[in-house]
T-cell receptor, first 118, second 110 residues
Framework: GAGVSQSPRYKVAKRGQDVALRCDPI?????LFWYQQALGQGPEFLTY????????KSGLPSDRFFAERPEGSVSTLKIQRTQQEDSAVYLC????????????????FGEGSRLTVL | GNSVTQMEGPVTLSEEAFLTINCTYT??????LFWYVQYPGEGLQLLLK?????DKGSNKGFEATYRKETTSFHLEKGSVQVSDSAVYFC?????????FGAGTRLTVKP
């Protein structure tokens, strides 16, 4: 389809394992965001890409979290040595415009990747 | 920093009732304001937006007015339907980021 695609939809990891979550944004979208959504909470900002440049990673909770978007399209969020508190839904969103250009446009969200750490 | 505070839920209404979900914000500049909706089993999607003070966003019978003097962007609908049952998120964006409230779950009963 033409929407934002995330995979896997569900991931169960044992504590200490590394996981990688993939986001395939809408083609041509400049901006890409990652959010973490805990149960019953709103999305919490993790990081923002404008094309391949990671302009803001202030929301990443620890150095175990790493995100990349090497060619300015697909992005991967990697979590090393997962902990139980990492259990959440990880949302990816993309937008046609950049923050510096004024983010008055719409964010298009994927359905999320639900991570459960046992 | 920027933040959004919205009315805690859950909210349960009967069909055709009037809906208000309160949202207030804190921002240093002049943000754009949004309401996003998440229907069961689906991703977040934009419901409406307003980009400057006194703008009114509207869609699907929902409305919200950007009030700078009260730093608010309350969501209203005159007559809710069962199909409006969802989680509603208030959000703001400026040149730095886009931030969301905690969400308000609405259930509409027939």
């Amino acid at each position: 389809g033409a929407g934002v695609s995330q995979s896997p939809r569900y991931k169960v990891a044992k504590r200490g394992q590394d996981v990688a979550l993939r986001c395939d944004p809408i083609s041509g979208h400049v901006s890409l965001f990652w959010y973490q959504q805990a149960l019953g909470q709103g999305p919490e900002f993790l990081t923002y890409f404008q094309n391949e440049a990671q302009l803001d990673k202030s929301g990443l909770p620890s150095d175990r979290f790493f995100a990349e978007r090497p060619e300015g399209s697909v992005s991967t969020l990697k979590i090393q040595r997962t902990q139980q508190e990492d259990s959440a839904v990880y949302l990816c969103a993309s937008s046609l415009v950049s923050l510096s250009g004024g983010l008055v446009g719409e964010l298009f969200f994927g359905e999320g990747s639900r991570l459960t750490v046992l | 920093g920027n933040s959004v505070t919205q009315m805690e839920g859950p909210v349960t209404l009967s069909e055709e009732a009037f809906l208000t979900i309160n949202c207030t914000y804190t921002a240093t500049g002049y943000p754009s304001l949004f309401w996003y909706v998440q229907y069961p089993g689906e991703g977040l999607q934009l419901l409406l937006k307003a980009t400057k003070a006194d703008d009114k966003g509207s869609n699907k019978g929902f409305e919200a007015t950007y009030r700078k003097e009260t730093t608010s962007f309350h969501l209203e609908k005159g007559s809710v339907q069962v199909s409006d049952s969802a989680v509603y998120f208030c959000a703001l964006s400026d040149l730095m980021d886009m931030r969301f409230g905690a969400g308000t779950r609405l259930t509409v009963k027939p």
